[in-house]
């Protein structure tokens, strides 16, 4: 299981997207998981984790499971699967840290 928390409200600049990419990246490189979990809450599934996101596939749900902003919303328990991100995600991070290296 993986987790990630952004602690302001502001707008964001992509630190926390860019932060959780490199992260699961690095694990995806360092061990051999097969695939990676987190719960994600409803609320946050268009936004801070993308469960549409090439890579990211929703394994299950935890119906009207928690209570925010007045309203009942589901967990969804998500998976990042390791042929998923070395084939469509990790491509992406390769390119962001070639940039970083080359500034």
């Known amino acids: 299981y993986i987790g990630f928390v952004r602690m302001h409200r502001g707008p964001g600049k992509g630190e926390v997207l860019e932060g959780m990419l490199l ?26 984790f993308d469960t549409s996101a090439p890579g990211v596939r929703v394994e299950g749900r935890l119906v009207d499971h928690i209570f ?20 469509v995600v990790g491509d992406w991070v390769r390119r962001l840290a070639d940039s970083e290296a080359s500034r």
Do not use: C, S
């Open 23 to 48: 992260f699961i990246d690095f694990l995806f490189r360092t061990w051999n998981f097969r695939k990676l979990y987190a719960d994600v809450p409803e609320y946050n599934a268009d936004g801070m």
């Open 68 to 87: 925010h902003d007045n309203r009942w919303w589901d967990q969804l328990i998500v998976a990042i699967w390791r042929e998923d991100w070395f084939g």
